[in-house]
């Protein structure tokens, strides 16, 4: 396994006995790269991240850390990696820099060297001020950065973020989206899973897409986007129920899939402006009328749909 | 190793943090030992354990009769009474029973069995109207009945005793007097009335005469006095405070192992134990580190109690060493009883009241001798359930060091505390070992 | 119909863990038994077929007036003679020192030569005078060598005035005298011209159940219990609001008031069940007669739930957390149950404790059981205890309700 090779993934399984969530993922994550693992909620995107971090015991298969077997050298694995959880994972009644001394202690950081880098990261997180403040009176946002900064103490190779944005307002979610960035700019490996097409496309070298357990495509966003070729994805929204017009616009030549979600269709064309029309008159001669169309060019969100049948956030 | 005290001190800070840990831990066990002493009034006195409890006593006196010359029968010194009512009265008015009785007196015995019934007085006496009359006669009984709150048991059985008693050495001179007449008769072919009355006169001129007769002091007669026993080095009992503060101390040490444990739940469901997974630190260090700390905080309680009761109950907790050994032993069951309980619990939801509960079983049993210090006799087996608990064995072991016994004494409290935390850490961990593996 | 509905789910919440339930009421159970068997009446020894404390004799004397004082000692109420006499004096005082023994009698050789001869000589008593158990088998003693001195005092006199009218011709005449009085003395002694009779309230309890054991500790173990389940049903109204449940509540068409009534409503009927549960325990297996005054026992136990249920509802409101919740119910369970008399009955205790005990709503609730159960009394008994019990109820319900608003 060669230094270039962050985290590698081979034959990883999990079962949970009532549930497979991870069938077979092979992963091979490049150093100095942001890696996403994109996919709905329940792929098992969680699961895979779970095992990588030591967390979870692969019920078959291995992942490595810069060469390091996560089953059977989990300690020096664990030391390459810094984890920020999905969840505020803090002691609340200690306060900031409490909490940075003891992570850093249990990353084997000591004496001075760990105090400057609690300081440091204090710094780089913002909480300068309210290190001495205990966590349960922090505002979410702070709460975050400290988590953020905790994965960060013993400056890791890479950082592991799981779905780090759910659920916050889109201020803080730019900054988190910032940060990672950054903290890539600065030489980390990043492997970061979400269920947000946009966030993927935005931060990602590559990304795996991930579904029931397996990796269904893997690539550069240009090599996702090619799979489905030149489709054109239309979003469409209609007067009435959608089984009233969908039969008949599946049999427009041109129309490869039809997906409704939230309302809307979803549909893969193959030249928007010649099915378009089509799709307008077959509307009105079932008396349904269109209330707003757009067209897309091919895009993750476009590939997801013609792999899967299903939208991204199905 | 070095993770493991950091674990340790991380967990110990937070817990020392809570204002309600530190009150469990210490407040409350010194408010339950001087709430308890209250209750039991001078529990801190080194020869009385218990103190008798002051009964509202309702007395009737229907007794018509009169004693005629013989007015100084049986009074104290100095006074005169004219009836065997009057008499009894007296006495029990006397300064000997203030301790024990309070009186107030009444005429109709109805109105005197009603005031019982309403729970203003605990019992009633109701002197007979013939009572000096049976006295005087040649035959006959009478019957002195005393009436009492069925709720009501140790009072009421002390003052039955002290009237059965003075109703005793009544019937003594009486009983004395037939035997003599009878003997008299038998022996004589017969007695006249003018040889009774010399009999009676000669009987209570013997009797005045005989100061120091056994019905007046038994004293004389019977010497009672405290057992001497091989495990006490000394007669001094244990006063009831000891016992108390031995008890709380015990129980909120043991209730302080599982609380403290439970902080694995509670990092579990906050997410901070996962994370502490997915550094480099071994499972085994993450748990040694959480049950180092439920080792330390018990062992901090605990030598805050201990001093506590020493210098503000003035507790004389015994050989230093021995308790030194034996509060290592009880400390190292504590922690272990935490460790096992929790390692069976899901949730912080379902250790809270699954501990509460728990920990109040266990710790009431072992307490349970103390529960019953003040009853006379009780049954064997509340030593035996006591026992089936690790507090019960603590709970014996510093009684027995109170009362003075040594370092031998107790090493099978120690032993058996040991085995407890060697089986409970050994359940407990690999319970855990099993659900973080 | 929402209030019910509210507390219909908080039921299904606390009881969703079958084992708490079950530990709700197999607990009070196990300990009504047990402080019911160490309580069990005054002067329980380990005998059952005789209750009495038992006193271990031993006699180096053998005669007529030591076997005399053993049986006047098994006339006793209070205590029972165990013949010892195997044992040495060690052992005998690790007997009593371990409440073996309630006492410990060793008549010496002699006895009956030396009293016969009008000599003094000692009984030596081995007992604990600090111990109730000590007190009651000195008593016990005292009466017996009370009685067994009058009856020497009695064959001696006899013999004395014997003596005025004819001398004996020798000392075995005189002895057998001496004899023949003493012995007609014990016998008058079985039945003394004055004795005490005990009696108490005659209706509706009879003097048996009046002494069940667990008349004492049914109803202490009982309210113990039902204070102690409020662990769960306080939990349930935390993490309500710590789960932002309560929050959403409040958005939906309930008002306040309803949601607090709600939670009251659902720890009122859990507490109440456990009540029926353990009452009817009592009455069927332990023979202790709360249905012998129904109404009355209704009463006292709806007073004793609402008190309980309004103290739920008051710490559900003032914790934080579920750790918070398990402490704020064991405390005022142990100092309320402790005070008001559930463990020890406050009539062991000093004057002023029962004044402060009465503080406490744990002492009115077991005045008002007890009324029934050991007194025999009906409905007007435990109106006060009902009324005091519903103005504690109220107290905390107003606090509860004036916290909740707060928030």
Redesign the interface.
Not at chain 2, 352 to 357: P, Q, R
């Given at each position: 396994m060669t230094k270039s090779i962050a985290i590698h993934t081979h034959d990883l399984h999990k079962d949970f006995g009532e549930v497979y969530a991870v069938k077979g993922v092979e992963l091979e994550i490049q150093r100095g790269e942001v890696f996403s693992l994109l996919g709905p909620n329940g792929a098992g995107k969680s699961t895979t991240i779970s095992m990588i971090s030591g967390l979870l015991k692969p019920t078959r298969g291995d992942a490595t850390i810069l060469g390091n077997s996560i089953t059977k050298n989990p300690q020096a694995a664990k030391a390459l990696i810094g984890v920020v959880p999905q969840e505020i994972a803090l002691y609340g009644d200690l306060t900031a820099r409490e909490n940075l001394l003891f992570w850093g202690k249990m990353y084997g950081l000591r004496g001075t060297a760990l105090k400057q880098r609690v300081d440091e990261i204090l710094e780089i997180i913002g909480l300068t001020d309210r290190q001495k403040s205990r966590v349960e009176k922090f505002s979410g946002g702070m709460k975050r950065r400290l988590n953020i900064g905790i994965a960060l103490l013993h400056k890791p190779d890479i950082v592991i973020m799981d779905e780090p944005t759910v659920g916050i307002d889109p201020q803080s979610r730019r900054n988190i989206l910032e940060s990672v960035l950054e903290l890539n700019r600065l030489g980390m490996t990043v492997l970061y899973t979400t269920h947000y097409m946009e966030e993927a496309q935005e931060l990602s070298d590559h990304i795996a897409i991930m579904d029931h357990g397996e990796i269904i495509a893997s690539g550069t966003h240009d090599e996702l986007v090619r799979i489905v070729g030149e489709l054109d994805r239309i979003e469409l929204s209609i007067n009435a129920e959608a089984a009233r017009v969908m039969d008949a616009w599946q049999r427009i030549p041109g129309v490869e899939n039809i997906a409704p979600e939230n309302g809307q269709l979803h549909l893969l064309v193959d030249d928007s402006n010649t099915v378009l029309p089509l799709l307008f008159e077959t509307a009105a001669k079932a008396n349904v009328r269109i209330t707003s169309v757009e067209v897309q060019e091919p895009n993750l969100e476009t590939m997801f749909l013609h792999l899967t049948g299903r939208a991204l956030r199905d | 190793m070095?993770?493991v005290l950091?674990?340790a001190l991380?967990d110990m800070?937070?817990s020392f943090?809570?204002l309600?840990a530190i009150?469990?831990m210490f407040g409350?066990p010194l408010?339950?030992t001087a709430?308890?002493s209250?209750?039991?009034?001078?529990a801190n006195a080194e020869?009385?354990?218990?103190?008798?409890?002051?009964t509202q006593v309702i007395l009737v006196n229907q007794d018509r009769g009169n004693f005629g010359g013989f007015a100084e029968i049986g009074a104290p010194e100095g006074n005169s009474v004219s009836s065997m009512g009057g008499l009894l009265t007296m006495l029990l008015e006397s300064e000997n029973f203030t301790d024990l009785l309070q009186i107030a007196h009444m005429n109709d015995p109805q109105a005197a069995?009603a005031a019982?019934?309403a729970q203003e007085a605990g019992l009633a006496i109701i002197l007979p109207a013939d009572?000096t009359d049976?006295?005087m006669a040649a035959s006959?009984?009478?019957?002195?009945?005393?009436?009492?709150?069925?709720?009501?048991?140790?009072?009421?059985?002390?003052i039955?005793?002290i009237?059965?008693?003075m109703?005793?050495?009544?019937?003594?001179s009486?009983?004395?007097l037939?035997?003599?007449i009878?003997?008299?008769a038998r022996?004589?072919g017969g007695v006249d009335e003018a040889q009774i009355q010399a009999?009676i006169g000669?009987?209570f001129e013997?009797a005045a005469a005989h100061e120091n007769?056994?019905?007046n002091n038994?004293d004389?007669?019977?010497?009672?006095?405290?057992?001497?026993?091989?495990?006490?080095t000394d007669t001094q009992?244990v006063s009831m405070i000891a016992m108390l503060m031995t008890g709380m101390t015990i129980f909120y040490v043991f209730f302080t192992g599982p609380?403290t444990t439970?902080s694995i739940l509670r990092e579990e469901e906050?997410?901070?134990l996962?994370?502490?997974?997915?550094?480099?630190?071994?499972t085994t260090t993450i748990l040694s580190g959480k049950f180092l700390a439920t080792l330390l905080t018990i062992a901090v309680q605990f030598t805050v109690l201990l001093l506590s009761g020493y210098l503000i109950f003035k507790i004389q907790w015994g050989d230093l060493l021995s308790v030194i050994l034996l509060c290592a032993g009880i400390t190292l069951a504590a922690s272990a009883f935490g460790v096992f309980l929790i390692s069976w619990m899901k949730s912080?939801?379902?250790a809270?009241?699954?501990?509460?509960?728990l920990v109040?079983?266990t710790g009431?049993?072992g307490m349970?001798p103390i529960?019953?210090?003040?009853?006379?006799?009780?049954?064997?087996?509340?030593k035996i359930?006591s026992l089936c608990t690790p507090q019960g064995w603590a709970v014996d072991g510093l009684q027995n060091l109170m009362n003075g016994s040594s370092l031998a004494a107790v090493l099978p409290n120690i032993l058996v505390l040991l085995i407890w935390a060697v089986v409970f850490f050994f359940i407990g961990s690999i319970r855990f070992r099993n659900r973080y593996? | 119909m929402r209030i019910l509905y509210l507390a219909l789910k908080d039921l299904l919440q606390i009881f969703r863990d079958w084992k708490s339930f079950l530990f709700l009421l197999i607990m009070p159970m196990l300990f009504t038994l047990v402080f019911g068997f160490a309580f069990g009446g005054f002067g329980g020894g380990e005998s059952e077929s005789d209750p009495r404390l038992p006193v271990g004799i031993i006699d180096n004397d053998q005669q007529f007036i030591s076997q005399a004082l053993i049986d006047l000692l098994d006339t006793s109420s209070e205590i029972r003679p165990i013949g010892i006499d195997d044992a040495t004096l060690a052992e005998i005082e690790i007997m009593v020192t371990d409440d073996e023994l309630a006492a410990a009698i060793i008549i010496p050789s002699g006895y009956s030569e030396t009293l016969t001869a009008g000599e003094k000589i000692h009984l030596t008593t081995i007992l604990k005078t600090e111990t109730t158990g000590g007190i009651t088998a000195q008593n016990g003693i005292q009466t017996a060598v009370n009685r067994l001195m009058a009856a020497i005092q009695a064959a001696e006199f006899s013999a004395s005035v014997q003596n005025q009218a004819a001398v004996f011709e020798n000392d075995s005449q005189r002895l057998m005298f001496f004899k023949q009085s003493f012995e007609q003395a014990l016998a008058q002694w079985e039945q003394p011209p004055f004795s005490v009779i005990a009696t108490q309230p005659s209706t509706p309890t009879d003097q048996a159940e009046s002494e069940n054991a667990f008349t004492h500790s049914s109803p202490g173990m009982m309210v113990q219990f039902a204070i102690a389940g409020l662990i769960g049903a306080a939990e349930v109204l935390v993490l309500e609001r710590k789960s932002g449940a309560l929050q959403r509540l409040l958005t939906t068409a309930i008002s306040k008031t309803e949601i607090l009534l709600g939670h009251f409503l659902a720890m009122f009927m859990m507490i109440f069940a456990q009540f029926a549960i353990l009452i009817s325990f009592a009455q069927i297996f332990l023979d202790v007669p709360y249905f012998k005054a129904p109404l009355a026992t209704l009463l006292v136990t709806l007073a004793t739930t609402l008190f309980a249920a309004s103290m739920g509802l008051l710490i559900g409101t003032i914790a934080k957390t579920p750790e918070q919740a398990v402490v704020y119910s064991l405390i005022p369970m142990f100092i309320l149950s402790g005070l008001g008399g559930a463990w020890v009955p406050l009539e062991f205790t000093s004057e002023a404790f029962q004044t402060i005990g009465h503080f406490t709503p744990v002492a009115w609730a077991l005045d008002g059981f007890q009324n029934i159960i050991m007194r025999g009394l009906g409905l007007e008994s435990v109106l006060l205890p009902a009324t005091v019990l519903l103005g504690f109820a109220g107290m905390c319900f107003g606090l509860a309700a004036w916290r909740f608003n707060f928030e």
């Open positions: - | 070095i993770k950091d674990i991380k800070t937070q943090r809570s309600i009150l469990f409350v408010l339950m709430m308890f209250l209750m039991f009034g001078n020869d009385e354990a218990f103190v008798l409890p002051i069995r019982v019934d009572l049976t006295y006959g009984s009478a019957e002195v009945e005393i009436y009492q709150d069925p709720a009501l048991t140790v009072g009421p059985a002390i039955r005793g009237v059965s008693q109703l005793d050495n009544f019937s003594a009486k009983i004395g037939n035997v003599a009878e003997q008299y022996t004589n009999l000669q009987y013997s007769s056994a019905t038994l004389a007669y019977l010497e009672i006095r405290a057992p001497q026993s091989e495990t006490a009992s609380s439970q906050r997410g901070t996962q994370r502490l997974f997915v550094t480099p630190t071994p912080e939801r379902q809270g009241f699954m501990l509460g509960g109040t079983i009431m049993a349970m529960f019953v210090l003040g009853i006379p006799n009780p049954p064997a087996f509340i359930v593996s | -």
